[in-house]
C-alpha cells in the first residue's frame, strides 16, 4: 500500500524559510502527480502547491505564489516543498497527497477530492 510521510515541519519566525519533503512508497511515484494542501485550525484545507509527474508542470495557490516552490525527485520517491518569506498566515498544518490517476503530466488538481492518498501532516508554526 503506498504510504506517504512528511518531514521537516517546525517553529520558524516571521520571514523565515523551511523545506517540508514527502516521502513516497510505491514503485509508481514517477507516475503521480503530487500536491501540497495545509489546514490551519477553523479552516478548511487548501490547495498550496502541486507539480505533475514529470516535474515541469507546477501550480501555486494564490497566497502562496512567489514565496513557495514545489519540486519532486523521482529517483527519491520524494516531493519537497521550500517555502520563503513565511508569515504568520501561514501556520497551519500542512499535507503531500497523491494522485494516482493523473492522465497528463501537465495537470495538477487542486481540490481535495481529486487526490487518493494522503500523509499524516507536518505542523508549521510561524511566529511573528
Known amino acids: 500500500q503506498v504510504q506517504l510521510v512528511e518531514s521537516g515541519g517546525g517553529l520558524v519566525q516571521a520571514g523565515g524559510s523551511l523545506r517540508l519533503s514527502c516521502a513516497v512508497s510505491?514503485?509508481?511515484?514517477?507516475?503521480?502527480?503530487m500536491g501540497w494542501f495545509r489546514q490551519a485550525p477553523g479552516k478548511e484545507r487548501e490547495f498550496v502547491a502541486g507539480i505533475g509527474w514529470t516535474g515541469v508542470f507546477t501550480m501555486y495557490g494564490d497566497s502562496v505564489k512567489g514565496r513557495f516552490t514545489i519540486s519532486r525527485d523521482n529517483a527519491k520517491n520524494t516531493v519537497y516543498l521550500q517555502m520563503g518569506s513565511l508569515q504568520p498566515e501561514d501556520t497551519a498544518v500542512y499535507y503531500c497527497?497523491?494522485?494516482?490517476?493523473?492522465?497528463?503530466?501537465?495537470?495538477?488538481?487542486?481540490?481535495?477530492?481529486?487526490?487518493?492518498?494522503w500523509g499524516q501532516g507536518t505542523q508549521v508554526t510561524v511566529s511573528s
Open positions: 497527497a497523491a494522485d494516482f490517476g493523473a492522465i497528463s503530466a501537465m495537470v495538477v488538481p487542486t481540490t481535495i477530492f481529486e487526490y487518493d492518498r
Open positions: 510505491g514503485r509508481t511515484f514517477s507516475r503521480y502527480t
